[in-house]
């Protein structure tokens, strides 16, 4: 499983960094994306969707973050 | 971050007219590019007149073109590490001090939205006249730099996309 702490970066790089993450990876292969609420919350899923990647979970982890992992 | 990332075509296209060279309308255009292209929309920069120098391979100053009058605007002008703040420039200091602030709160920068936007696929072509008439050869652009067009060229490219103007 990749990993990737997006909660220190601002918009556009938060979905910047997942898309890039995404398309280095295998299909298959699971990416585990920790991020804020808010717009990135909203956001990362939505558009990982878009491109025909599954979210499997989303779940809070304290402080306003959240885990989410996606399948490519 | 060299992968070209498959753009997913389902969207709106989005074409960014740069016609500024200014510092912060230059990032607002790079931030947008950026952020649509994340988003799996199909994204193109027509870089014309004082946007030609973000494309500059040379991003300090140099006298480029043949004649006096383009030497001296070329020169002017600078590359893409030389462009003023649109208001509160103070004498070329202000870019630095805004880059600085941008790092202390996490806000990628300039040459990182740059890089950012060409792994992401997004388009950058310059325009053909604005070259012509600041003596700029395809040679003084950086690679990334995929076409340079006119603007018939541009508009039959964006005919379905949304066009904004920076």
Redo the contacts between chains.
Sequence with gaps: MEFLDIT??????T??K???KL??MDKGQELEVILNEGEPLQ?VPA?CE???YQVLSIEEVGGGKHRIIIQK | MTDKVEVKADKKDLTLVCFSGDFDKVLAAFVMATGAAATNRKVTIFFTFWGLNVLKKDYGRKALGKGILAKAFNFLMGGRNKLPLSRLNFGGISPYLMTGMMKKHNVATLPELIEAAHALGVRLVACEMALHILELERKDLIEEVEDVVGVATFLNESENAHIVFV
């Design positions: 220190s970066e601002t918009c556009p790089m979905f910047v997942v898309k890039l398309a280095k956001n558009s878009e491109q025909g």
